[in-house]
């Protein structure tokens, strides 16, 4: 069963293992020598670390999935939550573009949204919310804050009857990130 470790921690005893991949042998022990996951290979009698990947910023074509933090007259600001289905706590925000899209509200603060990168210029990333799987996976009623039902191109509050238009995605109310976050 692996264990989460830190650099000089005591994995086992020299008698008992080898130093592998990722430790070192301090004369007594075998020691970690970066944050990862301790392995004991048992059969073999030797301790290996294994480095913990975890992306923090997302690269041209990721698919990100975010939380809308601030709408603005041509653009929305966006916290990224996942990249490519794998969650990231780095809280790194990306801008996408809505003055293109024939909607009245693209999206609105605290949409739950899918977008694409595009690109990186000037120290900030850039998404786009062109294709049907990109936009609004989760949202609530504006008016009433109750849960919403798609009507087409539009929503409709189940409670109030509110209705509202917003780029929803292909996946709206499908995804298991919805779910997730009810």
Same mark, same amino acid.
């Given at each position: 069963?692996?264990?989460?470790?830190?650099?000089?921690?005591?994995?086992?005893?020299?008698?008992?293992?080898?130093?592998?991949?990722?430790?070192?042998?301090?004369?007594?022990?075998?020691?970690?020598?970066?944050?990862?996951?301790?392995?004991? /290979?048992?059969?073999? #009698?030797?301790?290996?670390?294994? =480095?913990?990947? %975890?992306? @923090?910023?997302?690269?041209?074509?990721? *698919? +990100?999935?975010?939380?809308?933090?601030?709408?603005?007259?041509?653009?929305?600001?966006?916290?990224?939550?996942?990249?490519?289905?794998?969650?990231?706590?780095?809280?790194?925000?990306? /801008?996408?573009?809505? #003055?293109?899209?024939?909607?009245? =509200?693209?999206? %609105?603060? @605290?949409?739950?949204?899918?977008?694409? *990168? +595009?690109?990186?210029?000037?120290?900030?990333?850039?998404?786009?919310?062109?294709?049907?799987?990109?936009?609004?996976?989760?949202?609530?009623?504006?008016?009433?804050?109750?849960?919403?039902?798609?009507?087409?191109?539009?929503?409709?509050?189940?409670?109030?009857?509110?209705?509202?238009?917003?780029?929803?995605?292909?996946?709206?109310?499908?995804?298991?990130?919805?779910?997730?976050?009810?």
């Amino acid at each position: 069963m692996p264990d989460s470790v830190l650099p000089g921690d005591t994995l086992a005893t020299i008698e008992e293992y080898a130093a592998g991949k990722n430790t070192y042998d301090d004369g007594e022990m075998i020691r970690s020598t970066i944050v990862g996951e301790s392995n004991i /290979i048992k059969n073999e #009698r030797i301790v290996n670390v294994k =480095n913990q990947e %975890l992306r @923090k910023f997302p690269e041209v074509d990721d *698919i +990100v999935i975010g939380t809308v933090e601030a709408v603005m007259g041509s653009m929305i600001a966006v916290l990224i939550m996942f990249i490519n289905s794998k969650p990231v706590k780095s809280h790194v925000e990306c /801008i996408c573009p809505t #003055r293109n899209i024939r909607k009245r =509200n693209i999206a %609105l603060a @605290k949409d739950v949204v899918k977008l694409k *990168i +595009v690109g990186k210029l000037n120290g900030t990333i850039h998404a786009t919310l062109n294709g049907p799987e990109l936009g609004v996976l989760f949202t609530k009623c504006r008016k009433c804050g109750k849960s919403v039902k798609p009507l087409r191109d539009i929503i409709k509050c189940t409670e109030c009857g509110w209705t509202d238009d917003r780029k929803l995605s292909s996946d709206f109310l499908k995804s298991d990130f919805v779910k997730v976050r009810e």
